[in-house]
């Protein structure tokens, strides 16, 4: 019986030699570009093409829609922004899609398993590489772990809302935000099943799921235009008010620390819930982790993220109109914004579709998040930074099975050991590292290898690079403080693990001496290596 394959890194189509990729120093070492060039897709090759336009869309919608939807609009606009959290929207929306954009034509001109982490290899080199490969794996890890939690807390809802009584037993072990939970443990596992079973399981999976959650959210639109109240949105507060919370310095965000006392309501509140809602849009960047598995991956990738991204605002958009549109700011109840809504309209089956769309909408995320963590560590395993048993492909699927239960295994204990839900900014502050320096990187490779062809162009480049750069630092600042202490303590972890590990064995090292061989050193290969049975 053959045995599994293993991912290592094909042929490069740079010798060696090349100081410029390799050297002693790591500091000197690049992804070469032909080593991302394929004559059919321009990926490298090592799983099985699957995706194509329609799919991309699908696993954005997947991604970014969660059950943020039913939840962030009333909540900003109760606490902040008012019936101006329609405008905060927007302008949330645009900053994304400025990025999708920047991550468009990179994705384009590299597609790759990797995503960023590919991005910053080849323009920046191994070491930015690594920083954003540990940046990504802290936010895809947790943002599996918080996700699955919350998944529990509306599950658990969604069956007090069924009148369905829990046995005693188990009450204590269900939508609980610490300790142990069952059903964190349950839909872990299922997703963790689901994307180890392959890339056609878990693709087909997705598409059911996210036409169920897109129907639910289009019955809410529906339902609610039913009963929309112009008088509400003209209910706009006008004058500011100070944010009267008593917070310590470390839930401080860095803005807040520089500029002093924030305000909420009229045009603060407009701007200061912008980063907020922000952060419901981040995820349709694990799109461009699917590249090696896109057909015509240049033009396909582009086209599904942003495709997906711009349905994905024209949606939270509509669902914000609706919600302030059905009660007014100030009778907004921030828990459950969208039922107490429905119920005060007397649309009270409603509250059920809500809540079988924000469990829906969760179990899309948690899915799309395992299988965009599997690809980037697939991606640094093939590279030698990590090491290399983790790039072991199935025989039969094809698809990193092994990677894959590694990573759900550290996620469950995770999600069940630490107070993830505490460390929900955490998931964020990766992503944004990565926003920046895809930003930057556009500018970059436009400057320095403006020859090569790219199935994508940022339109007013550098101008929409630039603006992108200052979105994602706008919501950097944002953060609190404790939570660039504790990027900062896992980033600190993440460079021990570089030095002692990923410099020595990455595929660009220089081989070492026979001499140091001799003594029993393992010695790597640099150059092309073929699928190993």
């Known amino acids: 019986m053959a045995g599994p394959v293993v991912a290592t890194r094909p042929a490069i189509g740079t010798p060696v030699t090349d100081p410029l990729h390799t050297g002693s120093s790591s500091l000197t070492r690049r992804l070469p570009q032909s080593g991302l060039s394929g004559p059919r897709t321009g990926a490298r090759h090592r799983l099985p093409q699957v995706y194509g336009t329609a799919d991309l869309v699908v696993l954005c919608l997947g991604v970014v829609i969660g059950a943020g939807i039913f939840t962030i609009a009333g909540r900003q606009a109760a606490t902040s922004a008012g019936p101006g959290v329609v405008l905060s929207f927007m302008i949330a929306g645009i900053a994304s899609l400025l990025a999708a954009m920047c991550w468009a034509e990179l994705s384009s001109t590299m597609p790759s398993s990797g995503g960023a982490y590919t991005f910053a290899y080849t323009i920046f080199g191994e070491v930015w590489a690594w920083v954003i490969g540990w940046a990504l794996l802290l936010e895809m890890q947790l943002a599996a772990a918080v996700v699955a939690r919350v998944w529990s807390l509306h599950a658990a809802q969604t069956l007090a809302d069924l009148g369905i009584n829990v046995p005693p037993p188990l009450a204590g072990m269900i939508g609980q935000p610490t300790g142990f939970d069952l059903f964190t443990l349950i839909i872990l596992v299922l997703m963790v099943g689901v994307v180890a079973g392959g890339t056609r399981l878990g693709l087909r999976a997705l598409w059911v799921m996210v036409m169920a959650k897109m129907l639910a959210i289009g019955t809410v639109i529906v339902v609610g235009a039913m009963n929309f109240e112009e008088s509400h949105l003209a209910a706009i507060p006008v004058d500011p008010l100070p944010v009267t919370t008593e917070t310590g310095i470390a839930e401080k965000s860095l803005f807040a620390l520089l500029i002093g006392d924030m305000h909420t309501f009229g045009w603060y509140g407009i701007a200061a819930s912008a980063p907020a809602i922000a952060f419901a849009y981040m995820g349709f960047d694990i799109v461009t982790t699917a590249g090696e598995e896109t057909a015509d991956a240049p033009r396909t990738i582009p086209r599904g993220m942003i495709r997906g991204l711009a349905i994905a605002t024209i949606v939270y958009i509509a669902v914000a109109v609706v919600m302030v549109g059905m009660a007014r700011y100030d009778q907004i109840i921030p828990e459950a914004p969208l039922q107490s809504a429905f119920r005060a309209v007397g649309e009270d089956y409603m509250v059920l579709v809500v809540d079988v769309g924000a469990v829906l909408g969760l179990t899309t995320v948690i899915l799309v998040v395992l299988v965009g963590q599997t690809r980037v560590l697939f991606a640094m395993a093939r590279d030698g930074l990590v090491p290399r048993r983790l790039a072991t492909l ?40 990565a926003f920046v320096l895809v930003a930057v990187g556009v500018i970059v490779m436009r400057r320095s290898r403006p020859d090569l062809p790219r199935g994508f162009r940022v339109p007013m480049s550098p101008l929409t690079p630039l603006l992108s750069l200052a979105a994602s630092l706008w919501l950097l600042v944002n953060l609190q403080l404790l939570t660039w202490i504790y990027f900062a303590l896992w980033m600190g972890v993440g460079l021990v693990v570089y030095l002692l590990y990923g410099r020595s064995h990455s595929g660009l090292a220089p081989a070492p001496s026979p001499r140091t061989s001799g003594r029993g050193r393992h010695r790597r290969h640099v150059g092309p290596v073929p699928y190993k049975d």
């Not at 590694?406 to 502050?429: K, M, R």
């Open 394 to 433: 199935s025989r039969r699927r094809r698809s990193p099975a092994r990677l894959t239960w590694l990573i759900g295994v550290v996620t469950i204990v995770v999600s069940q050991v630490a107070p993830v839900l505490a460390l929900e900014q955490l998931v964020v502050i990766g992503t944004l590292f």
